[in-house]
């Protein structure tokens, strides 16, 4: 059976596609089955930890965690999106139908777009934290807090409904084979039929914007967090400071680069250096963010003992 050619007339169009996942090589499929099944349950098992603690324990609902909720909640959603359709592909032959596919590019988008801003907000409440410790609680209210993330996740739906709108115009008449393991735009693109000079305008404008503005902002941020730390007098004082934003520009920088990496390279780049850099902000990021805000985060142990101990006792 030819499963590149679902439609042998100009009119025609593509129903069902076939991913073809990470790898096509018999000896790695099982292995990598194994590997990823437990990077995605460590994933599961780490955000929803993170959510759990910062629910159940008041110290712990400050700014700084109700961003860092929002960010778990996101990295659970999204890595649920990808992670499960990905797994089939070592194990089956993998396909989804036209409105699947369109719907995963929606929440894949969506969640991403979520992540990239809810890090910027959390650049933002640092910066708030350090360099005006006497209006944080006004910069920071509630109030601000919550039109923060409303923000977010509008902006999230309008660029993800923008991606799916113009990639539902496309018509797919000819190969229905995505050589990845999910439905990513560019992979989606490279079987179009018709021009996509549009959905890559549309994605050039998007991610541009997506990387340039959070990129901006957090710069500045923590420039001026840099300039701030480095005149307190106190090694203790810098010692904190520092501790208190050294899992954000660790988790900036994972999210960030891989994704630098998927979007702005050269045109020569091949299709699996693209599956492999968007599984690590895809898949690898998610399970690693609960480990990396966590390892030194004295707040989080102490709420994680607290939990284990009423746990126990009742």
């Known amino acids: 059976m030819n499963w590149g050619r679902m439609a042998l007339g100009n009119d025609s169009s593509v129903k069902e596609f076939i991913l073809l996942g990470l790898t096509?090589?018999?000896?790695?499929?099982?292995?990598?089955?194994?590997?990823?099944?437990?990077?995605?349950?460590f994933s599961v098992v780490g955000n929803l930890g993170l959510i759990v603690l910062i629910v159940l324990n008041p110290h712990l609902q400050t700014p700084m965690y109700y961003f860092l909720f929002n960010l778990s909640f996101t990295d659970l959603c999204y890595s649920s999106v990808i992670t499960p359709k990905m797994l089939v592909s070592f194990v089956k032959q993998n396909t989804i139908s036209h409105a699947e596919c369109m719907t995963q590019l929606f929440f894949f988008c969506f969640f991403v777009i979520d992540?990239?801003?809810?890090?910027?907000?959390?650049?933002y409440d640092r910066y708030a934290a350090i360099c005006k410790?006497?209006?944080?609680?006004?910069?920071?209210?509630?109030?601000?807090?919550?039109?923060?993330?409303?923000?977010?996740?509008?902006m999230g739906f309008v660029e993800a409904m923008a991606h799916t709108a113009n990639m539902l115009q496309v018509i797919f008449c000819d190969s229905n084979i995505i050589n990845h393991y999910l439905c990513e735009i560019n992979a989606l693109l490279k079987l179009s039929c018709t021009s996509t000079s549009i959905n890559e305008l549309v994605?050039?404008?998007?991610?541009?914007?997506?990387?340039?503005?959070?990129?901006?902002?957090?710069?500045?941020?923590y420039t001026l967090i840099l300039s701030n730390i480095l005149s307190i007098h106190s090694a203790e004082g810098r010692s904190k400071a520092f501790s208190t934003c050294g899992s954000h520009v660790i988790a900036v920088s994972l999210f960030?680069?891989?994704?630098?990496?998927?979007?702005?390279k050269p045109s020569s780049a091949s299709e699996d250096e693209d599956k492999v850099s968007t599984i690590f902000y895809t898949i690898m990021g998610p399970m690693l963010?609960?480990?990396?805000?966590?390892?030194?985060?004295?707040?989080?142990?102490?709420?994680?003992?607290?939990?284990?101990?009423?746990?126990?006792f009742i």
Do not use: W
């Open 256 to 264: 960030f680069g891989a994704a630098a990496f998927m979007y702005v």
């Open 24 to 41: 096509q090589q018999p000896d790695l499929q099982l292995p990598l089955f194994f590997f990823f099944l437990g990077v995605y349950i």
């Open 203 to 221: 994605v050039y404008i998007v991610v541009g914007f997506n990387v340039i503005m959070p990129t901006l902002t957090i710069f500045i941020s």
């Open 133 to 154: 410790p006497l209006l944080y609680q006004v910069t920071m209210s509630h109030r601000v807090c919550l039109l923060m993330t409303v923000g977010v996740y509008v």
């Open 289 to 312: 963010k609960p480990f990396i805000y966590s390892i030194r985060n004295k707040d989080v142990h102490i709420a994680l003992r607290k939990t284990l101990k009423r746990s126990i």
């Open 115 to 123: 992540e990239c801003y809810i890090l910027t907000a959390m650049a």
